[in-house]
């Protein structure tokens, strides 16, 4: 029995240390896809038409003091990532696609963007805010890796030590369906081809050349403000009485994400050579939502801090920057920034759990 411990030990010692092996111990480029949690420009570099708020005030006010196309008061998650690397904070695709060549890694995100393509929105006559995909976005990664390495030896050398984040996106495969009427019954059964956009991209990305990628989940979007006020029942059965937020939602965020890692393990067999991460955003937020005070978001989870008013202090009338709407005094004491996105401080916390490992797994370095 002893030796049989220790045999069991001796095993689970020397395969994880195997794998830890595989990953650096700095990465020296960031190369981000997804939607409005991560876009540091390239939607506002587009015209950012269907949401134009973004490019005033009091987007930006927290930390750049000025507006730069990023949906928050301040930094991003993938902004502390590269911070906690010591590399430039990622430029959008969109402003350096025909300048020199950027090494240290470029954003390729856009603001509304979804996983599915966006041809099969509009043919259910579902009304998107950009065209810009997932797939669109690995089409402009492929043509800026022409401009940072030529041969397969020297992308390979070079895409090794480079961190590749895909997503957070999908949210949008959701939320402008539910925005045209669809519900989460009727939406439940699409989550495999949602789930199987991203699962393309990483496939594609690792053929590229990519060895180390994260693929976080979704975060529970049934406690941000703009759900809360679209969605809101008279039914008290519709609200976990742990948070408030609307269960049903976000028991489909949760499916996505359970769907998400099985097949996220599927292809780690498929692929040995590569780390492939998952991070759970969702479990990050839920603890905040759990008990916000605890976390120092003393202005609570639910209320936006910009916001036109009403109980949760969204409006679609009156959107954050819009005449009519106020901002509060301290966003570092608010998960939601302006209904739909998080604080510069709420998406501090998770990417904490990223850097210390608390909420990936495997971890990000060895
Ligand atoms: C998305 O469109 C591209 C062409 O733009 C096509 O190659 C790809 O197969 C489509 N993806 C899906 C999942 O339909
Ligand atoms: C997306 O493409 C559709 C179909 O080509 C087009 O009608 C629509 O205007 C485009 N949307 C945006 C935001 O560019
Ligand atoms: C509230 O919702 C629960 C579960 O969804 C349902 O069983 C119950 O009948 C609803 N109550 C009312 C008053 O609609
Ligand atoms: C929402 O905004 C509109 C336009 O500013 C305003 O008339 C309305 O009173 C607001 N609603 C709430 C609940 O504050």
Not at 107 to 121: D, E, R, W, Y
Not at 246 to 270: G, I, V, W
Request: charge should be neutral; include cysteine; aromatic fraction near 14%.
């Amino acid at each position: 029995m002893k030796t049989m411990n220790i045999l069991v030990f001796f095993l689970f010692c020397c395969l994880s240390s195997k794998s830890a092996l595989s990953s650096p111990s700095h990465y020296n480029a960031i190369f981000n896809f997804g939607d409005s949690h991560s876009d540091t420009g390239n939607f506002l570099l587009t015209g950012a038409l269907a949401y134009p708020f973004i490019k005033n005030f009091p987007y930006g006010e927290t930390f750049f003091h000025h507006a730069t196309g990023r949906c928050s008061d301040g930094r991003l998650i993938v902004d502390f990532i590269a911070e906690s690397f010591g590399l430039p904070y990622l430029p959008p695709y969109l402003a350096v696609a025909k300048g020199p060549p950027v090494h240290t890694g470029v954003n390729f995100a856009v603001a509304g963007a979804t996983a599915i393509n966006s041809s099969f929105f509009s043919s259910q006559n579902i009304v998107l805010w950009t065209n810009d995909s997932l797939n669109v976005q690995l089409g402009w990664f492929k043509s800026l890796k022409l401009s940072l390495c030529t041969t397969k030896q020297e992308c390979d050398e070079y895409f090794k030590k480079s961190l590749f984040l895909v997503g957070e996106i999908g949210e949008n495969d959701y939320n402008f369906p539910f925005l045209f009427g669809r519900t989460t019954t009727q939406l439940r059964p699409l989550v495999p081809q949602i789930v199987g956009a991203i699962i393309r991209a990483v496939r594609i990305l690792i053929e590229e050349g990519a060895v180390n990628l994260v693929v976080p989940g979704q975060l529970p979007t049934g406690c941000i403000s703009a759900y809360l006020t679209s969605f809101q029942s008279a039914n008290e059965s519709a609200y976990d009485p742990k948070t408030g937020c609307l269960k049903a939602y976000n028991a489909l965020f949760e499916y996505h994400n359970n769907y998400l890692e099985q097949e996220l393990q599927r292809l780690r067999e498929e692929y040995p050579h590569a780390r492939i991460m998952y991070a759970d955003y969702y479990g990050a937020s839920i603890s905040i939502y759990r008990t916000p005070k605890l976390y120092g978001f003393y202005g609570g989870a639910l209320r936006a801090c910009c916001g036109g008013g009403g109980p949760y202090n969204f409006n679609s009338s009156s959107y954050c920057g819009q005449a009519g709407s106020t901002v509060c005094k301290d966003p570092s004491a608010f998960v939601d920034w302006d209904g739909i996105h998080s604080t510069e401080s709420a998406y501090h916390y998770i990417a904490k759990g990223l850097i210390d490992g608390g909420f990936i797994s495997p971890p990000l370095l060895s």
